[in-house]
């Protein structure tokens, strides 16, 4: 089992940026992929970024590239999402999650991922 809490998010205009931290309790976090998915109001999950279980490999929706920045503190047991030049279509909850399981993955279907957080807001008004 692995529990994850999302924080950081809030609201910030166009253009500012916001960092959120994911904190992973629970079984060995630095053995499993990352990634964040966010959701906004009236539409589905999506994906947006992933990295591997050490931080070596990383992966962006084509909306949040040179943007976005994913990573990781393995020995924090904590993993980050740093966003810069935000955008109003940014706004959504996000959500941080894990695959515990072996194997390739597309790193973007959200059944690939095992445990979820709840969530954090951010909203980014123009």
């Known amino acids: 089992q692995v529990h994850l809490v999302e924080s950081g998010g809030g609201l910030v205009q166009a253009g500012g940026s916001l960092r959120l931290s994911c904190a992973a309790s629970g079984r060995s976090f630095g053995s499993y992929a990352m990634g964040w998915f966010r959701q906004a109001p009236g539409k589905e999950r999506e994906f947006v970024s992933a990295?591997?279980?050490?931080?070596?490999?990383?992966y962006y929706a084509d909306s949040v590239k040179g943007r976005f920045t994913i990573s990781r503190d393995n020995a924090k047991n904590t993993g980050y999402l740093q966003m810069n030049s935000l955008k109003p279509e940014d706004t959504g909850d996000y959500y941080c999650?894990?695959?515990?399981?072996?194997?390739?993955?597309?790193?973007?279907?959200?059944?690939?991922?095992?445990?979820w957080g709840q969530g954090t807001q951010v909203t980014v008004s123009s």
């Open positions: 990295v591997n279980w050490s931080g070596g490999s990383t």
């Open positions: 999650a894990v695959i515990t399981k072996l194997g390739d993955y597309t790193w973007e279907s959200r059944d690939e991922y095992d445990y």
